[in-house]
């Protein structure tokens, strides 16, 4: 039976996504496009639903806005792939199925007696896209995860580091998120060899991987022309650095406390981004900010002036104190005006309630409302302008079990009383 959805890239094509909360959004991107996404769940419930934030309109165990956004896009039905007649209702599945991810661990769906080798007996054609931590083979594949393990495994805690040389953790959790990306990508890139060779294939994503490659502009500096380019040290030091990448320079500071929240600014050094603080510095100038020490420096050549000590550490730091007290005085909005106006490289940090209330991407379309078991919920929308009907209309997160009968009767032919046997048994 071909898949349900009429609209999108992917409408001919169908996805049975196994994925728990390390995966979901893998299958969510597939679906935007159109495929017809089966969330397939144990009976108690996927983990991704346990995950916060939680929502104050929705009971407990409904409330995860976490599986709102992410399993969005998708059917859901339940099924215990563990025990033998679970199992047995999958392979049906997957001999209907164009894709299958899953984010189980390394060994899991050997265990299970899933394996790629399994599925491609049933279905040749099958894509298995597997999500893992670390990798399906090396020293580190069967490593207990979690999202701070991952990105310092993956090397961006050691660049973001404070004064102190402890590392800050990664504020919003995505790891898992440029995994799933990175799966959802990959799945397309077999369904195209596929077109030519006919037959499917494993993929295998690596959370680490991914995550290390989302942060290359750091962490290959130097291979890409930088020579001079070192992370900070472990602590402070008498002498700090000097770091003409734009990317803060010596104290690498770029956040900046303002009238309504925190306003990303680099204030870069040299010919790259020196232009723009001498924008910032003409701004405060006219607006009598501008301290007198500072109105001879050009930031564009003033690493050679550092270089040769005529500039202190201090009066670097003076500086930047400087800028802080005027940008304080400003609100976001404000700040995001006057940077597009001058051509200043700066940019508010947006909160969600900013991104939802945002009168540029209202104006583009960009976000969707759906109605969750009679809640409203407001999603993301096509995450690509200029070709609408590559896109499904968006769909509210299924709720447990819920389209059991719908996905069972359709595609394996399931009568109304088999279900029943198999639910009291909880198998589904």
């Not at 404000?334 to 508010?348: D, F, N």
């Not at 945002?358 to 379309?365: E, F, N, T, V």
Request: proline residues 7%.
């Amino acid at each position: 039976m071909p898949p349900t959805n009429t609209q999108g890239f992917l409408s001919p094509y169908r996805v049975l996504d196994l994925t728990d909360h390390r995966g979901l959004l893998a299958g969510c991107l597939l679906g935007k496009l159109g495929a017809d996404v089966i969330q397939i769940e144990p009976p108690t419930g996927s983990s991704a639903r346990r995950v916060g934030p939680f929502a104050p309109d929705a009971p407990a165990g409904e409330d995860s806005l976490y599986w709102s956004a992410y399993a969005s896009h998708k059917r859901g039905i339940t099924c215990d792939v563990d025990g033998d007649e679970g199992r047995a209702l999958l392979l049906r599945l997957v001999g209907k199925a164009d894709f299958l991810i899953e984010s189980a661990g390394p060994g899991v769906m050997q265990r299970r007696n899933l394996s790629y080798g399994t599925l491609h007996d049933v279905n040749p054609g099958i894509i298995h896209v597997s999500i893992t931590p670390f990798g399906a083979t090396g020293p580190k594949s069967r490593y207990a995860d979690s999202e701070l393990t991952v990105w310092a495994s993956a090397g961006p805690l050691h660049p973001n580091r404070d004064q102190r040389g402890v590392p800050t953790r990664i504020s919003v959790p995505q790891a898992y998120l440029h995994g799933a990306a990175d799966a959802a990508g990959g799945a397309l890139m077999a369904l195209m060899a596929r077109h030519k060779s006919g037959r499917g294939q494993h993929v295998e994503i690596s959370t680490q991987a991914s995550a290390s490659l989302a942060t290359l502009s750091v962490t290959l500096a130097a291979a890409v022309g930088h020579k001079n380019y070192s992370f900070p040290a472990d602590g402070p030091t008498k002498k700090k650095s000097l770091d003409l990448s734009g990317s803060g320079a010596r104290t690498r500071r770029s956040k900046w406390p303002v009238r309504d929240g925190i306003l990303e600014m680099h204030l870069g050094l040299g010919p790259a981004s020196g232009g723009s603080a001498n924008k910032m510095f003409a701004w405060m100038r006219e607006e009598g900010a501008l301290p007198p020490e500072f109105a001879d420096w050009d930031w564009i050549s003033l690493p050679a002036r550092l270089q040769s000590g005529e500039i202190s550490d201090e009066q670097l730091d003076d500086a930047r104190a400087a800028v802080g007290r005027f940008v304080a005085r400003h609100t976001k909005a404000e700040l995001l005006e006057i940077g597009l106006q001058r051509g200043i490289l700066m940019a508010p940090a947006m909160t969600v309630e900013d991104l939802v209330k945002s009168d540029h991407l209202a104006k583009r379309g960009f976000f969707e409302v759906v109605r969750e078991q009679g809640r409203e919920r407001t999603l993301p929308g096509p995450f690509a302008a200029g070709c609408s009907q590559g896109f499904a209309p968006a769909r509210p997160a299924p709720a447990l079990g819920e389209h059991n009968r719908e996905v069972y009767s359709q595609l394996l032919n399931l009568s109304g009383a088999e279900l029943e046997r198999l639910a009291a048994a909880r198998v589904i």
